[in-house]
């Protein structure tokens, strides 16, 4: 691969990598941005084609971060890390003891957590080796669990776009179809319920839709009818890539607003939603909530503050409708000015 043509395509930033021939671990710690303060991001363990694909994916997740962060007027900038999990046998405990140390060789200019393939017990093993790390047992001082913050900022971010597009001031009666209801999902059906929102859900594992029927009269629905079924708000809360050709000319929603990451497949995605009227709420400000709640435990976890800084979301996500309305422009470019503007009037240390 071209690493340095692909640091510049990302905007890079710093990017580690560690090769520990005792444990097997091959990890990148990808550093996009640390103007705003040291680098925050989940550690993935997955599987991957090959050593550029896993370089990639830490070079993508990273510069995400530093959007996510800022948006969130958080003190920390974009990282993330990425373990490639290895094909034969292996010692788990021994190659997140070997992790924790990369971790703790870079002094607090990258700090760890959560992500795909990695959950708290994985935390707990990384803490032996170094405080760089968030998302540990609430019993230990950590702040556990992101996804209940997550959908409390999805929920405060959608009441936003109802009032703003459907000048509604609560949720009671709003018509929301939610793709994807695992630990995201299931926290936003519990929230919107609580609001009086009336649910359809569809989830590819049917135990899952079943169980947000029974607790919360949610209505499950055949994967690809999620698209189409007449609401008020899509909220999509499974993979990424949700909003592409296919699907977006069949939504009925005129609000698009849900956690997963990488939302749009292509940024022209952004423009179609927009040409539409269909008011989109931009990932990366929507789902900020289980990052507020990790970064909270950097400075010392308080759950008051994290859940106070969350309810903001509900401040971002109008100023970013009233701002797309003023400049004409498509919700997703707006979020990205606003975050480039702050990065800009960052004072240099010296
Ligand atoms: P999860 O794996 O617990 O839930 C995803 C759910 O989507 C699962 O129940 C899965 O069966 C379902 N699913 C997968 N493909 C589907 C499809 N085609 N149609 C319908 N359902 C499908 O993940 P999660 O932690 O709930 O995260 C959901 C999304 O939100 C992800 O994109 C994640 O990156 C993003 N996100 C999560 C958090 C968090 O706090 N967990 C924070 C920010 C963003």
Redesign the pocket.
Known sequence: MDLFGSLSAYDFGEIHLKNDKATGLKAIVAVHDSRLGPALGGCRFIEYENDDAAILDALRLARGMTYKAALAGLAHGGGKSVIIRPKGHFDRVALFRAFGKFIDDLRGHYITAEDSGTGLEDMEVIRTMTKWVTGVDPSTGGSGD??PF?ALGVRRGIEACVRYKLGKENLKGIRVAI???????YHLCKELHAQGAVITV????PL?AERAHREFGAKPVE?DE?FTVACDVFAP????SALNDQTIPGLKASIVAG???NQLAEPRHGDDLHARGILYAPDYAI?AG?LVNVAQEVLGYDQKKATAKTLCIYDTIFDIAERSKKLSAPTYRVADIMVEERLAAVVPAR
């Open positions: 992101p996804s997550t793709q994807g209801v695992g630990h995201v999902g569809a989830d590819v594992d899952k994967l999620i809360c499974a993979l990424g956690a997963a990451n789902n289980g």
